[in-house]
């Protein structure tokens, strides 16, 4: 079988893809591969997103939760339509993708750094692509740490997954809601830190998940010594067109389908501390 190559493609045209694996993560969660039907679209990176479109229904933003050559992961959680409509899709259908589209994590920057990870919820999709980077770099960086909160065991992403990441990264895990076979961490994602290895005043962290979780944790890391420009964080607002030109994403002065998804606290912080912006 041949291998897609990359070729120019419009950003307004979706490029069909067809599903390869469906696996359920979570309930209405679910984790699809996909692989292009002919062409393949240009090379993604760690914290950029795709325009995935469900024919018939409509597309949405979803972030890379995997990139393997021309084969892109995304982890969709049924939330409307279009995300229903992907959810539940199988192995074999076609969905047409646009991009890549929006800033990565730029852990390349980081090197030398310990790193920490920080996540919440479904903000793990986006930031496993990172991870596995780091992971297969392993004297590129210091020590990885990798922080996840979830509402529940069973809302949990990448179980199996992640414990395999220890013990070449220290994976700490926190539930909002333990059932009564959960042994492990009960309470916010920022209670972790004092667990973590890493060196605040030189370590580049990244963080994703719900807007509260992403402005508590940079503000303890920026009160423990850690330089908001190092703080790498994804926002997230209704994208429409993911090329800057419809407005629906704005954010102060920012167009976060192309500033943005992710950017510094630096950036980032006077944005959220405006009421309703």
């Not at 949405?60 to 969709?76: F, Q, Y």
């Not at 259908?93 to 919820?121: E, H, I, K």
């Not at 940079?218 to 010594?225: D, N, T, Y």
């Amino acid at each position: 079988m041949t291998t897609p190559h990359a070729v120019a493609h419009s950003a307004a045209l979706p490029v069909p893809h067809r599903v390869v694996t469906r696996a359920a993560e979570a309930p209405g969660v679910a984790t699809i591969v996909l692989e292009p039907v002919r062409s393949a679209l240009p090379p993604f990176v760690p914290g950029q997103f795709a325009m995935v479109y469900a024919f018939g229904v409509g597309d949405i933003p979803l972030s890379v939760s995997g990139i393997d050559g021309d084969r892109l992961t995304h982890t969709v959680r049924s939330v409307g339509a279009v995300s229903a409509a992907l959810q539940g899709l199988e192995a074999g259908a076609t969905v047409g993708v646009r991009g890549p589209f929006g800033t990565g994590w730029g852990l390349p920057a980081a090197a030398g750094r310990d790193l920490l990870v920080v996540a919440g919820g479904i903000g793990l999709a986006p930031l496993r692509p990172l991870v596995r980077a780091a992971l297969a770099a392993p004297g590129e960086y210091g020590r990885l740490n990798v922080l996840i909160g979830s509402r529940t065991p069973q809302d949990l992403l990448y179980a199996p997954e992640t414990r395999g990441w220890a013990p070449r990264a220290r994976v700490l895990v926190t539930v909002d809601r333990p059932d009564g076979r959960w042994r492990g961490d009960v309470g916010v994602v920022t209670a972790l830190l004092d667990r973590a290895a890493f060196d605040p005043g030189t370590a580049a962290a990244f963080v994703c998940g719900p807007e509260p979780m992403i402005r508590a944790t940079a503000a303890e890391l920026v009160h423990r010594g850690a330089d908001p420009g190092r703080i790498m964080v994804s926002l997230e607002r209704t994208m429409h067109c993911a090329t800057g030109h419809c407005g629906h994403c704005q954010l102060g002065p920012l167009l976060l389908c192309r500033d943005g998804p992710v950017v510094s606290w630096t950036t980032a912080e006077p944005l959220l501390l405006v009421r309703e912006l």
